[in-house]
């Protein structure tokens, strides 16, 4: 069947219509007395990414209501990686070249940030900063020098996770533990890690089972976990397979103790589940110490968007942008990566003044950096500190699930989180 | 307008690598009519390779060999070229749609492969730590970048010319009648497999020639880089491009890459901000909206092949046969 010439002609005006109701739509031209932009490149196109891009812009909206950077509104370009690491380095480059942004906030995937990384960013001087990446190939690269100072990442070694993760094991008096893990950079670093730290505390790791992302079912992959009776499961998993393999596990009669990452902290997940079957699960996070800038930031989340902050990567995702907003007011109007990336310190310096993640503490934080002085900024994953690898380690919590949430048991500062993990070297 | 210039190099040096393997693609849909399901096996075993030939020792990784990069890159079409005799030899005796799904299951075979065999490949955090060749010596990045893209538009060339010289020799003319007409071919005492074998794999040794420069532009190859994904873009570029002849190849690659990453900067630039969050997943609906357009609109290609009568009776007969 051919289509006729006048088909196509429509076909052509009708989409050519479309595209220009998009570009007259309201909210795209506005005249503003000045705007700055940001870079971002994020998998937006699944569902996990999403409310990572979503958080990312909630905090450039919360910095816009404070007054904006160097009293310039911020504008985040947002593009799609599509998890391919030629589509994303694209974006990058797009963004780097043509729209002149200083900061690139990207990407999810350590197979996507690393090409953006070596191939867009550094060789442009921008700051690339990562809410989530987690490969311990960027440590090694920083350490070499490769990143010239420009990379930061507000995502917390796994170290951190799976050295609590062991310690609860020991606690709880778990003798074989089983380990099911995400078939992606991230998983398999988790699993490494947290085998290791397993049998340092003496705990038999019985069977390590990669869940690939998408499978229709995973019972092969929890009868292969079955088969030896664990006392007890330890999950790197996100959300989406966590809940079938969950599921999955139980109805063949699987342990209901689990240790669990904090990529399981998430209402999908107890609500996928069921709270009667999640009651000796314990799981382990990062945490901002014991102040009320915690849920300064859960409070101000939950107003916006009407659920909780729960979910991979998104206290992660916003602390990523207010850093580098923060950061941006410090270096002053129209500074470029290297010096933006330089003032990071500025901002996340023990000694400074303490500031909160919303809008009042970024009015405070814009002020005092103005004025010369630096801040400490408490974020949503923690007062975050970069050491010169651009690495982030906090203080760990400890939590369970109830009824209606997460309730946060145990809290283990940062001393203690180190200390533990030198006593497992 | 440097910036425009600097992105326009780094654009044209993906399409121009991507063009590379359509080219390859070209060899065996559009002249020997193998349907290769399986390139990204092919672009990834290049890419795999290049790196763990010429990468620089990397403490917890295989590889580092060191070699230099010329040395490198042989290695990994080599080794593609390995992997294709391996696969052709199995499976070349499969027509059609059974080919199409035995390679493609070598390629998430592949995919599984590199993703889950961590002390060779790296495993889902890819492998790194490859020097780009010459670039601390060019010290610019943007001079570099340019001179990759030389570098890389040569080899374009010369894989373009040699496939050119190739189809109009007999050896082209022998796939041609392989792919219309087996029996009529093996009448006339041609081996067709043999030749099936050797045309998969010339053509995966230049899919892998495609992966082993990927590999070098990004110093860095993850198993991200060889999913499904790839098969169906490269695939997308021959068949909108038009398959059986390298023009049309080339256009295609280039034309499906301005399709894919213009789209993106189309949406982010025209989407209102509430829709911002939902760009991603309109880019993909936009890229299907313009491959399924192309093709109602020339179901052949955008430059068809041009069919080639071979007539050795020179005027007479042509103008016998128009009378009839």
């Known amino acids: 069947m051919k289509m006729s010439h006048t088909g196509i002609r429509t076909a052509a005006i009708v989409a050519a219509a479309a595209l220009s109701a998009l570009a007259a739509a309201p909210g795209i031209a506005r005249a503003e007395a000045c705007t700055i932009r940001i870079g971002a490149v994020l998998p937006t196109s699944v569902d996990w990414g999403r409310p990572i891009a979503a958080t990312a812009q909630f905090a450039v909206e919360v910095a816009n209501k404070a007054g904006g950077v ?3 509104k911020v504008e985040m370009l947002l593009r799609d990686t599509q998890t391919q690491a030629k589509v994303g380095v694209d974006a990058a480059k797009a963004m780097v070249d043509i729209d002149k942004v200083p900061v690139i906030l990207g990407a999810v995937s350590s ?9 867009v960013t550094v060789p442009a001087g921008v700051m690339q900063m990562s809410c989530c990446s987690s490969s311990t190939s960027f440590t090694r690269l920083a350490a070499a020098g490769k990143t010239k100072g420009l990379w930061f990442r507000t995502f917390a070694t796994s170290r951190v996770q799976t050295s609590m993760g062991a310690m609860l094991a020991k606690e709880k008096g778990y003798k074989k533990v089983a380990v099911f893990y995400k078939n992606d950079d991230w998983g398999q670093d988790m699993v490494k890690l947290v085998s290791a730290d397993l049998k340092s505390v ?19 992959e929890v009868t292969k976990a079955l088969n030896p009776r664990p006392d007890a499961l330890y999950l790197a998993l996100y959300p989406k397979e966590g809940i079938a393999v969950v599921r999955e596990w139980i109805s063949l009669g699987g342990s209901r103790k689990m240790v669990v990452a904090n990529s399981l902290k998430s209402d999908d997940f107890r609500k996928g589940v069921g709270i009667k079957y999640l009651g000796d699960l314990v799981g382990t996070d990062t945490s901002s110490p014991r102040t009320k800038s915690a849920s300064a930031f859960v409070e101000l989340y939950k107003s916006r968007f009407k659920k909780e902050p729960n979910g991979p990567g998104l206290a992660n995702s916003y602390d990523a942008t207010m850093v580098v907003l923060l950061a941006m007011q410090a270096a002053g109007k129209g500074a470029g990566g290297a010096a933006i990336a330089a003032k990071v310190a500025a901002v996340t310096d023990p000694g400074g003044t303490p500031v909160e993640a919303n809008v009042d503490g970024f009015k405070k934080a814009s002020a005092l950096l103005k004025a010369g002085k630096t801040v400490n900024y408490q974020g949503a994953t923690g007062a975050v500190k970069f050491d010169r690898n651009g690495d982030v380690s906090a203080p760990a919590v400890v939590w369970t699930f109830t009824d209606s949430g997460v309730k946060e048991t145990r809290y283990i500062a940062l001393e203690d989180v180190n200390a533990f993990i030198a006593k497992l070297k | 307008m440097i910036g425009v210039v600097s992105y326009l190099v780094f654009f044209l040096t993906i399409a121009a690598i991507l063009a590379i393997a359509v080219l390859g693609l070209n060899l065996h849909w559009g002249n020997t009519g193998l ?4 390139i990204a096996a092919f672009f990834g075993m290049g890419a795999y390779m290049t790196i763990i030939l010429g990468g620089t020792p990397q403490a917890g990784q295989f590889g580092g060999f060191g070699l230099t990069y010329p040395m490198a890159l042989a290695g990994g079409v080599g080794a593609s070229g390995l992997l294709a005799w391996l696969v052709g030899v199995a499976t070349l005796k499969l027509r059609h749609d059974y080919l199409a799904i035995a390679t493609f299951g070598v390629a998430v075979a592949f995919e599984s492969f590199v993703r889950n065999t961590e002390w060779l490949t790296g495993g889902a955090k890819g492998l790194r730590g490859f020097e780009r060749p010459l670039e601390a010596a060019i010290g610019d990045p943007f001079l570099f970048n340019l001179c990759f893209l030389v570098f890389v538009l040569l080899v374009l060339a010369a894989v373009t010319y040699g496939l050119g010289r190739l189809i109009r020799s007999p050896y082209g003319r022998l796939l041609r009648a392989i792919r219309e007409d087996e029996d009529a071919a093996r009448s006339l005492g041609k081996n067709p497999a043999r030749t099936r074998l050797a045309s998969f794999i010339a053509g995966s040794m230049i899919i892998g020639t495609s992966g082993g420069l990927y590999a070098t532009f990004y110093a860095f190859v993850s198993p991200d880089d060889v999913l499904p994904i790839l098969t169906f873009q490269i695939w997308a570029m021959l068949i909108v491009g038009g398959a059986g002849n390298t023009k049309g190849a080339l256009l295609g690659a280039f034309a499906i890459w301005a399709a894919w990453t213009g789209s993106g900067w189309v949406l ?16 993909y609906i936009l890229i299907g909206l313009v491959i399924v357009g ?10 068809p092949e041009r069919l080639v009568i071979s007539q050795s009776g020179g005027g007479a007969a042509r103008r016998s046969a128009q009378s009839v």
């Open chain 1, 70 to 72: 160097n009293g310039c």
């Open chain 1, 111 to 119: 197979g996507v940030s690393m090409p953006i990384l070596t191939s």
């Open chain 1, 202 to 220: 003496g705990i038999e790791v019985t069977a390590a089972v990669p869940i690939n992302d998408g499978q229709p079912s995973y019972r092969a």
């Open chain 2, 35 to 38: 349907f290769n399901g399986g």
């Open chain 2, 268 to 283: 982010a630039r025209l989407a209102p901000v509430e829709m911002q969050l939902y760009t991603g997943t309109m880019q």
């Open chain 2, 294 to 303: 192309m093709l109602l609109w020339r179901p052949q290609g955008l430059l």
